[in-house]
């Protein structure tokens, strides 16, 4: 099972605001977006703040764009300045630029991702970067507990940086992995043969249960979101798991902090880069 994170974002906002969300493909061109979302009195952003993870899918994709799979691979292997380097100060900069406009909601630190799923849901904020699973979950946090309908739905990847050496295409995300508990017997191995293999992904696919990732599953995918973001999985070249979890606890904890960090103004993008360098050498 596989998930990506992306921009959920709500079509009926933008065009009173004037913004063809297929259109966007760069990060210049989503800031500009932000303003004229801004202009129009609508509130650009919902984020969960309070919960610091939502605010860290910024400063990953962020990285991801800017320096690419052989950045953060580099940076994992104790190259250069690792996780000090200029890629990751650059996404520190370009999340700062993004926190000058005040795109987020009033209170959004005070905030969880709760209630920002719910707040983009009501359609009290046009954004929200978030993984594949907010599809439900903005509709039941809605009042409503309809939330965003299909038609005014839509669903973008992460921009380019201009510069950068990312791909538009590499996504961030997870992937399930299973571990075996010393001793187990034949029969767990077994059972895991089944739940992987392509039947049964492709039935769990058809209740809206997962994204699979079994070959051929792909077609129990009734969702034309997920069917979309199955195909957008499939044809990245990098798919990285969420950087608070790679990086392990202890390093995923800072980068969560940073990534507030640099939105409320208390760290600067070379001291959050600094920061996590710290942390990774410290682990």
């Given amino acids: 099972m596989v998930s990506q994170v992306g921009f959920w974002y709500n079509k009926k906002l933008f065009k009173q605001a004037g913004i063809d969300g297929e259109s966007i493909q760069t990060w210049d061109e989503f800031l500009t977006a932000i303003e004229k979302l801004k202009a129009a009195g609508i509130t650009p952003i919902a984020v969960g703040g309070a ?3 939502p605010m860290h899918f910024y400063w990953s994709y962020l990285v991801m764009r800017a320096g690419g799979q052989e950045a953060f691979a580099a940076a994992m292997q104790d190259q250069g300045d690792g996780f000090a380097g200029e890629v990751f100060v650059r996404a520190g900069e370009e999340l700062k630029r993004l926190a000058a ?3 987020f909601q009033p209170g959004f630190m005070a905030a ?8 983009f849901g009501d359609y009290k904020a046009a954004i929200h970067l978030m993984g594949d699973w907010d599809y439900n979950f903005q509709a039941q946090q809605a009042v409503d507990k309809k939330g965003v309908v299909d038609s005014d739905l839509g669903f973008m990847n992460f921009p380019v940086l201009k510069g950068g050496a990312g791909a538009g295409s590499d996504t961030l995300g997870g992937i399930n992995g299973f ?14 043969e089944f739940f992987l293999n392509e039947n049964s992904q492709t039935k769990l ?11 051929g599953a792909d077609k129990g995918l009734q969702n034309p979101f997920k069917q979309k973001i199955s195909q957008t999985i499939s044809s990245a070249q990098w798919h990285q798991v969420f950087f608070d979890q790679a990086l392990g606890a202890d390093v995923g904890g800072v980068v969560n902090d940073i990534s507030v960090g640099i939105v409320n103004g208390d760290v600067t993008p070379k001291e959050a880069a600094e920061q996590v360098q710290e942390a990774w050498e410290m682990r």
């Fill in 205 to 215: 696919a058809e209740i809206d249960q997962i994204i699979p990732v079994a070959k």
């Fill in 179 to 192: 571990a075996f508990a010393k001793g187990a017997k034949p029969e767990a191995a077994k059972w895991l």
């Fill in 101 to 103: 406009l005040e795109p």
């Fill in 51 to 53: 919960d610091k993870w």
């Fill in 112 to 119: 969880g991702y709760g209630e920002s799923a719910g707040l």
